[in-house]
C-alpha cells in the first residue's frame, strides 16, 4: 500500500470532520430538544397537529445546516445567511425556554396535574413565551441603540482632561441584512452626543469591504475631534489590513499597535490600540496584539486609554499599568441566557469594571448584532464615558 494511503488524514480534512459533527449536534438539541415541549406524546395531540408540528422540525433540522455551510462556505450567500441566523435565532430561544419549562412540568406534576392537560398547557406557555421574546429580540435588534452613560473617575488623569467625553461604538457587524439605515441613524445619535472622543472596538463587519462598503460609509459622518478604531476578531475572517485602511479613508484614525497622545496644556493623556488576541493566527502579515509596541515611546506619567476589542485582553493591560481599557464582543450575551456561555471565555460581560488599583475595564454590549437578527436582555447601547480627575 502507498504512502498516501496509510497517511493519517489532512488537518483541513479533520477540521470539516470535526465541524460536521458538531453542526449536526448543535442542530440535533437545538431543533430536537423544543420539539420534546412542544410536541411531547404525553400530550396526546390530535394526530393533524403531530403529523404536521412533528414534520415542521424534520424539514427545518434538515435545511439549516444546508443553509449555514451554503452562508459561510465558498459562495458566502447573504441570502442564506439571512434565513439561517434567523433560524438560529428562534431555535436557541426555543431550546433555552424548553429547558426552563422543564420545571413547571415538574411543578404541575408535583401538584397533580394530570396529562394531556399537563403536558398540553406547558407547550402552550412554550409556544407563547417563545414567541413573544422572539419578537421582542427582533425589535430591539433593529432599534438604534440606547446611549448608556457612565463617568469614569481615573486618579492619574490631570484636571485638565476633567470632563472629556468618550462615546464608545463596537461590534457594528454590518453583514447579509442591509443595515445603512440603520448605521445612519447610529452615526446621527453619536453626532448628538458631542464627544471629544469617538471610538470603534472593532467587529466591524462580516464581510469584506467590497461587501459592506455601503452599509458602513455613514461612519465617515462621525463627528469628533479625534476617532480611533482598533480591528475585531470577525475582521480576520475578512481581511482586516483592508478594513484598517478603508476607515483611515473614512477619516478615523487606525491603531495597529499604535498610540496616539492628545494634549491640553502641559497635561497628556494617551490612546493605545491593539489588534484583536486572533490577529497572530489569522495569516495577516504584521497582524498581531503587540501591547509593548502599541506603549512604545508613551509618557509612562501619563494616563492610558487602550482599545483592545476583547475584554480577555485585561490581564495584560493590568500588567502594563493602563489606566482604563475599552473593550466589546461579548454583546452583553445577545440571547440569554448565552451570556453564561461567553462569561466561559471573557472576564465581563458589560460596563464598568475594577482590575487593579489602576486598571478598569469598560466593556460596551455593542452597537448591532452577530448571526440571529435578536437581542433579549441584552439590550445594545452606544457608550458614553465621562473622564473624571480623582
Known amino acids: ?64 445546516p444546508l443553509l449555514l455551510v451554503r452562508a459561510h462556505g465558498r459562495r458566502h450567500s447573504d441570502r442564506a445567511a439571512r434565513i439561517a441566523h434567523l433560524m438560529l435565532g428562534v431555535a436557541w430561544v426555543f431550546f433555552a425556554w424548553t429547558l426552563i419549562t422543564h420545571v413547571l412540568r415538574l411543578v404541575l406534576t408535583v401538584a397533580g396535574v394530570d396529562n394531556p392537560f399537563r403536558s398540553r398547557f406547558v407547550a402552550v406557555v412554550l409556544l407563547v413565551v417563545g414567541l413573544a421574546l422572539v419578537g421582542y429580540g427582533i425589535r430591539e435588534a433593529r432599534r438604534v441603540p440606547r446611549i448608556r452613560r457612565t463617568d469614569v473617575v481615573l486618579p492619574r488623569l490631570d484636571r485638565a482632561f476633567d470632563g472629556l467625553t468618550i462615546a464608545v461604538l463596537a461590534d457594528t457587524h454590518y453583514g447579509a441584512i442591509d443595515r445603512t439605515r440603520w448605521n445612519e441613524g447610529t452615526v446621527a445619535a453619536v453626532n448628538e452626543l458631542n464627544a ?62 499604535q498610540h496616539r497622545v492628545l494634549d491640553r496644556g502641559d497635561a497628556r493623556l494617551v490612546f493605545a490600540g491593539i489588534d484583536d488576541i486572533t490577529a497572530a493566527h489569522s495569516g495577516e502579515p504584521g497582524h498581531r496584539a503587540d501591547l509593548d509596541a502599541a506603549m512604545a515611546g508613551a509618557d509612562p506619567d501619563a494616563p492610558v486609554v487602550l482599545l483592545a476589542h476583547q475584554p ?17 464582543h461579548t454583546h452583553g450575551g445577545q ?37 440571529p437578527p435578536l437581542r433579549v436582555f441584552a439590550p445594545s447601547e452606544i457608550s458614553l464615558l465621562t473622564l473624571r480627575a480623582a
Open 196 to 257: 471629544d472622543v469617538v471610538v470603534h472596538v472593532g467587529d466591524i463587519a462580516d464581510g469584506t469591504v467590497e461587501q459592506r462598503r455601503g452599509q458602513a460609509a455613514a461612519l465617515g459622518d462621525v463627528r469628533a475631534r479625534h476617532r480611533f478604531y482598533v480591528s475585531g476578531n470577525h475582521e480576520y475572517l475578512s481581511n482586516a489590513q483592508a478594513w484598517l485602511e478603508h476607515m483611515t479613508e473614512l477619516g478615523w484614525t487606525s491603531l495597529h499597535n
Open 1 to 64: 500500500m502507498s504512502s498516501t494511503t496509510t497517511a493519517p488524514p489532512r488537518p483541513s480534512a479533520r477540521r470539516r470532520v470535526s465541524f460536521t459533527a458538531v453542526l449536526l449536534t448543535v442542530t440535533a438539541l437545538l431543533f430536537w430538544v423544543p420539539w420534546t415541549g412542544l410536541l411531547a406524546p404525553s400530550a396526546d395531540w390530535p394526530w393533524p397537529v403531530q403529523v404536521i408540528g412533528t414534520a415542521f422540525f424534520v424539514v427545518t433540522s434538515v435545511a439549516f
Open 335 to 371: 440571547i440569554w441566557p448565552f451570556h453564561l456561555l461567553v462569561r466561559l471565555q471573557q472576564p465581563v460581560l458589560s460596563g464598568l469594571s475594577r482590575h487593579s488599583d489602576r486598571t478598569q475595564l469598560y466593556t460596551s454590549r455593542g452597537a448591532g448584532f452577530w448571526g
Open 312 to 328: 480577555s485582553e485585561i490581564p495584560k493591560a493590568v500588567a502594563a499599568g493602563v489606566d482604563l481599557q475599552l473593550s466589546g
